[in-house]
């Protein structure tokens, strides 16, 4: 992230690892005014507005809830649609030596269409009626693989797209974009996020599922890390 410090932001909040730390990092830098959770009728909802609350009650920074039904409606993918499975990983699937047409075809089965330009420009929509400068989002080098839309191009295309669509040129800012998930875990340890908070399944259980692609890949990163997932201590589980 660039030295020089930032007024204001706002932060796209899932819940999530990588959205969490990002808002954890990015306050070194900037001060976080507000996050924005969105619904658009993903099986984690629920439990990734419950999260949130969480989350900014810890930091003390704003929350608001955006339902973006219309988009739930329009999307036929296991994210969101209950009629067809997410499907189920494990760790030999994402590997390095693993055929990359798995985790390819798991991305195209939760992927929502165009849902971080949506998201993206909402926040954006917010931060310049707001005065703000930025918008602070958990793109990742790991992510970024499978979904160009985590992706450092597709950062700068949208930057670019800003700049012109906002009067005051607001900026996304992605703190986590060099790190895979081991990094991020890293991270979060070292700036203190408050990960027993954090939810990254797709699903919105009372425990998180474990075989979905994002719990794999949440599992393996903190396996690598040496480290206990906060997460699992809060909840009194034991994770297998």
Known sequence: MEDNIINASIALLSSG????????LAREHTEVKLALVFDYG????????????????HFGI????????????????????????VPAMSLDKISGDADPSITLES?????VPNRN???????????????????????????????????????????????YSTLTGVKVIAPLISLDKKGIVLKAMEVRAPLEYSWS???GGDLPC????????RKRAFDEAGITDPLFVRLGAIQE
């Open 17 to 24: 690892l990588d959205s969490v730390t990002a808002v954890s």
């Open 42 to 57: 993903q099986r984690s909802a629920k439990r990734e507005i419950e999260c949130s609350k969480k989350i900014c009650e």
């Open 62 to 85: 704003g929350l608001q809830v955006i339902d973006l039904g219309w988009l739930a409606g329009i999307t036929k993918t296991s994210l969101v649609n209950t009629e067809s499975d």
């Open 107 to 111: 991305a195209k089965s939760v992927w």
């Open 117 to 163: 330009g949506v998201l993206i420009n909402i926040a954006a929509s917010f931060a310049e009626s707001m005065g703000y400068e930025n918008v602070i989002v958990g793109f990742n080098r790991e992510e970024a693989v499978t979904f160009p839309d985590n992706s450092s191009d597709f950062i700068g295309a949208i930057n670019g797209s800003l700049s």
């Open 201 to 203: 399944c797709y699903h």
């Open 210 to 217: 474990g075989v979905c692609e994002s719990c794999v890949r």
